[in-house]
């Protein structure tokens, strides 16, 4: 039985407010935040990065499982669209970061917004084949949105890491598919500091399709309908595509609420579907079931049927803090600090 054995999620503290970012730009930001479900984003400090918030999720991930060995890890995964170097793996840095030794394999995965996810699947797949004990796959990104542009009310930065195995599971995953094709909807090329995004074309052709046709396939192979579901997760690039899509497949709001995080920090990219599932888990009981679809531009969803086990009921979840107290520990900034954070202002070289 392969699964969840344990997981950590981190969110920066500062956040930034649609209107903020409207006043600067000339902007009706309140709109733009409604029209999008967007109350606020959070936004990395100075000090703050992919491999700082991997890190920090890892370590809350393994403080609830005190006895898990981190030797016996034998796989990492992290997938994001901002890792810090284009030449040097963050995988191997928050490997080192929570003790895992030289004897397994580390990754860094990109695919858009699902490379989180993959990173899960691909662990999955480590555990299953014996090759791996235990796998950690993680989903964090500071995401990019050019300034002034709609993608900058929603790209923001948070994380979730996922340990693997096959003992003592808290949410064991019946069955994972994906559904792929190449629909270019958002790129960024080398070099480019920001992504372009193709507008309208990122709904009903590349989000909406992928989304939809990954998860009916997984309970139409599951024999499943959304009544059999007590949460659904799917990913949230703004608070309006997930609650569209839940709605177009038959989900109920009270079914999508706990995992929709978006409209309170905004859209995490790999980071996003993680922190949604992370959440569920924070207020999980035994028994419950879980339908989680990611969705990543390019284009692909990767959808996964899950059940928690009893073995949550003597998890250590409070050896580490849930997401809700640390979304609770919030400071708003002004755009002047947001562009000073996140390094928009290009300082001259020395």
């Not at 094709?181 to 990122?202: A, L, N």
């Not at 009916?216 to 703004?238: C, I, R, S, W």
Request: with cysteine; glycine share 10%.
């Amino acid at each position: 039985m392969e699964g969840i054995v344990s997981y950590g999620a981190y969110v920066p503290r500062y956040r930034i407010l649609p209107e903020e970012i409207g006043r600067v730009w000339g902007a009706d930001g309140k709109s733009m935040g409604k029209g999008l479900m967007i109350n606020q984003k959070s936004v990395p400090s100075p000090d703050e990065d992919t491999v700082t918030i991997a890190t920090e999720a890892a370590r809350y991930m393994m403080a609830r499982v005190p006895e898990v060995s981190s030797a016996d890890i034998g796989a990492v995964y992290i997938g994001s669209e901002s890792h810090p170097y284009a030449v040097k793996p963050s995988s191997a840095i928050v490997a080192a970061a929570i003790g895992a030794t030289p004897d397994m394999t580390a990754v860094d995965m990109e695919f858009a917004c699902k490379a989180g996810t993959a990173g899960i699947q691909a662990g999955l797949a480590m555990v299953k084949a014996g090759y791996a004990k235990y796998a950690v796959a993680i989903g964090a990104d500071t995401s990019q949105g050019a300034p002034g542009d709609a993608l900058e009310y929603s790209a923001a930065a948070g994380g979730a890491a996922y340990l693997l195995g096959s003992e003592n599971v808290i949410a064991q995953v019946n069955k994972t598919l994906s559904f792929t094709t190449d629909t270019s909807d958002f790129w960024r090329r080398e070099g480019m500091m920001y992504p372009v995004h193709g507008g309208r074309f990122s709904g009903a052709p590349a989000y909406f399709r992928h989304v939809s046709t990954a998860a009916k396939n997984l309970m139409k192979a599951m024999g499943t309908e959304p009544a059999d579901y007590n949460y659904a997760v799917f990913h949230q690039p703004n608070g309006k595509f997930p609650t569209r899509v839940a709605a177009q497949l038959g989900f109920q709001p009270e079914q999508i609420e706990c995992g929709l995080l978006t409209p309170n920090i905004g859209n995490c990219y790999s980071g996003a579907v993680p922190l949604g599932l992370a959440h569920v888990l924070d207020h999980a009981k035994p028994g419950d079931r879980i339908l989680v679809t990611s969705y990543g531009s390019g284009a692909g969803s990767d959808a996964f049927d899950i059940t928690v086990t009893d073995a949550i009921k003597d998890y250590k979840r409070q050896n580490a803090p849930v997401l809700d107290d640390i979304l609770s520990r919030t400071v708003v900034i002004d755009y002047a600090t947001y562009a000073k954070y996140k390094n928009t202002i290009k300082m001259p070289e020395e």
